[in-house]
């Protein structure tokens, strides 16, 4: 019979609390930088001829999809001040966190804007609307529904990723339960209180962004 | 160095020597079209003859690789080089395009789909905007589906919206590439009914369709194709009586 003793939990409730804080801002900066970011690549990877773009935005999706979150985060904190830049550790875990999400994001942008009919397209070109324009009011508002349930994968994944963020020294909510861990060595019940956080997180996304997509079914967009 | 060949004066649209190739197929081969203001052209032939595709050459959605496309008195396209984007998008405005499959926008209401170009492309005022795009669809019969979503609408109301919406940008001609079919025929005669309406106004039209009899009605001149080319071209008189030639009557003796 497994003795469990979650004294050391409550007692540093306080502590726990302070990190999932930190876990929220971290991840909800994130976030806005991944979706920003991830939108634009997306678009920017739609038309192949205009070779530039197409070619940069390739290689943000080949590099930053294809490397370890951990890697990146080590190369934003430890590696950049070997060239003198020295970025605190709340901006290395949501540029880390944000670029590395980013690269998902815009593949499913990408996903999404092509599957909009041709024709949407054709009849905001024939009333003589731009092609940015066209983007804005007819392309993106009609991606949007589509987005929304891989966005939603992508978003858990973010939240759940964040506890490496601990690791370039930022106090979230792994790193404070490491640290009550080194004290009172309770570490399953400690981890099991982590890991119930995390859940609670990644299930208030989802209801958030189901309760989004349910509105815009009720507006009539499919 | 050779001079190009002029657009005739007057005419609304008209088109020199188009050559247009999907890959090594030749899809229009050596078009000339004019179409003088307040004129209703009708363009008939078999599936795959072309006609969908000059008609989307008029405005720029398709580009041929050779010759000449005016409208308005503008060069909209010449030897496979559009006019540069917001020229076009600005001479757009002036050629109302409604399409086979409607292509409203499915994320917009009734109204908003009528008033999004004026108010985005003319600048037009919400208000003045809103007025014109209920005006419009009382003239279409759909007064009382301003806020109706288009997936709620039947298909003859889906393109009767899609024309009171190419009408709200004010254009001085219209395309319509086989306006009703993708309709269940007894939703056909709604859309017809409001293109005659078009007609009695004195819009210039060039039409795609298969309906020949509506062909036959409001028609100043019907143009047959085959094969890229134009075949023949007439009066609804001409080219329905006996004097048409064989490749007409053939197509004729086809479809009616």
């Known amino acids: 019979m497994i ?187 400690v981890y099991l209180a982590i890991g119930a956080v995390y859940l609670v997180l990644t299930w208030s996304v989802s209801r958030l962004l189901r309760t989004f997509e349910n509105r815009l079914h009720t507006k009539g967009i499919q | 160095m050779m001079t190009q060949p002029k657009a005739s004066a007057g005419a609304l649209i008209s088109t020199i020597g188009l050559f247009k190739y999907f890959g090594d197929t030749l899809i229009l081969d050596d078009i000339n079209l004019t179409v003088q203001r307040g004129e209703v052209v009708v363009l008939i032939g078999p599936s795959g003859s072309g006609k969908s595709t000059l008609l989307r050459c008029c405005n720029g959605l398709e580009i041929a690789q050779k010759g000449i496309v005016e409208i308005c008195g503008e060069r909209l396209s010449q030897q496979g080089q559009l006019l540069p984007e917001r020229q076009l998008d600005a001479l757009r405005t002036r050629a109302g395009m409604v399409f086979q499959s409607f292509n409203l926008f499915a994320h917009l209401k009734v109204i908003d789909n009528i008033t999004i170009g004026p108010r985005k492309v003319l600048e037009q005022h919400a208000e003045e905007s809103r007025r014109l795009g209920l005006e419009l669809l009382d003239k279409v019969g759909l007064a009382d589906k301003a806020d109706a979503m288009p997936g709620n609408l039947s298909g003859g109301q889906k393109q009767r919206v899609a024309i009171a919406r190419a009408l709200a940008m004010r254009p001085e001609l219209m395309l319509f590439d086989e306006p009703t079919s993708a309709l269940d025929p007894e939703l056909v005669g709604e859309v017809l009914q409001v293109i005659r309406l078009l007609a009695a106004e004195g819009m210039t039209m060039i039409i795609v369709t298969h309906e020949m009899n509506f062909a036959r009605e409001i028609a100043d001149r019907i143009i047959v194709m085959d094969r890229g080319r134009i075949v023949d071209s007439g009066t609804p008189e001409m080219i329905f009586g006996s004097e048409a030639n064989p490749r007409t009557r053939s197509f004729l003796a086809k479809v009616l």
């Open chain 1, 3 to 189: 003795d469990f003793d979650f004294s050391p939990v409550i007692e540093n409730f306080g502590s726990l609390m302070h990190g999932t804080l930190i876990t929220v801002e971290v991840v909800a900066v994130s976030m806005i930088l991944s979706c920003t970011l991830g939108l634009l690549v997306g678009i920017g990877r739609l038309d192949t001829s205009r070779r530039l773009l197409y070619g940069i935005c390739s290689f943000y999706v080949f590099i930053f999809r294809g490397t370890p979150l951990l890697v990146q985060l080590f190369i934003w904190y430890y590696g950049l001040p070997q060239f003198g830049i020295s970025l605190p550790s709340f901006l290395c875990g949501v540029i880390g966190l944000g670029l590395y999400s980013a690269s998902y994001v815009s593949e499913i942008v990408r996903g999404a804007l092509q599957s909009v009919d041709k024709g949407q397209h054709e009849a905001a070109r024939a009333i003589g609307m731009s092609r940015r324009v066209t983007m804005r009011l007819i392309i993106v508002p009609q991606a949007i529904v589509r987005i929304i349930p891989p966005l939603g994968n992508e978003f858990i994944s973010l939240i759940k990723n964040s506890a490496l963020i601990s690791l370039v020294t930022i106090h979230d909510i792994m790193h404070e339960g490491q640290q009550i861990i080194s004290v009172s060595y309770r570490s399953l019940e």
